[in-house]
């Protein structure tokens, strides 16, 4: 099992960035996928953006060119910087951590906000 404490959310005006933060603990090596999930009111968790542990990195169409998801193995930490924030992209973000097992471990989300 690993734990999962996210930050960086915050409000921030259209056309703003953000950088979310996952900082990740516990049997780290039995991580196989590292993903971020947003969950806007009324709407089921969708997955946004997710990064194997090879590096290989997926992206759900409405935020290609705009997020990207990365990693540092010596911090522990996953993060997923946001540009050119819209409006829809209003949210609480969840980190999510998928093991080889195939099981999983949520983290507590952190919400953020675009409007002006």
């Known amino acids: 099992q690993v734990q999962l404490v996210e930050s960086g959310g915050g409000l921030v005006q259209p056309g703003g960035s953000l950088r979310l933060s996952c900082a990740v603990s516990?049997?780290?090596?039995?991580?196989?996928?590292m993903g971020w999930y947003y969950q806007a009111p009324g709407k089921q968790r969708e997955l946004v953006a997710e990064?194997?542990?090879?590096?290989?990195?997926n992206y759900v169409d409405s935020v290609k060119g705009r997020f990207t998801i990365s990693r540092d193995n010596a911090k522990n930490t996953v993060y997923l910087q946001m540009n050119n924030l819209k409006p829809e992209d209003t949210a609480v973000y969840y980190c999510?951590?998928?093991?080889?097992?195939?099981?999983?471990?949520w983290g507590r989300g952190t919400q953020v906000t675009v409007s002006s």
């Open positions: 516990g049997n780290i090596l039995s991580i196989y996928v």
């Open positions: 990064i194997t542990s090879s590096g290989s990195t």
């Open positions: 999510h951590a998928r093991y080889y097992s195939n099981f999983g471990t």
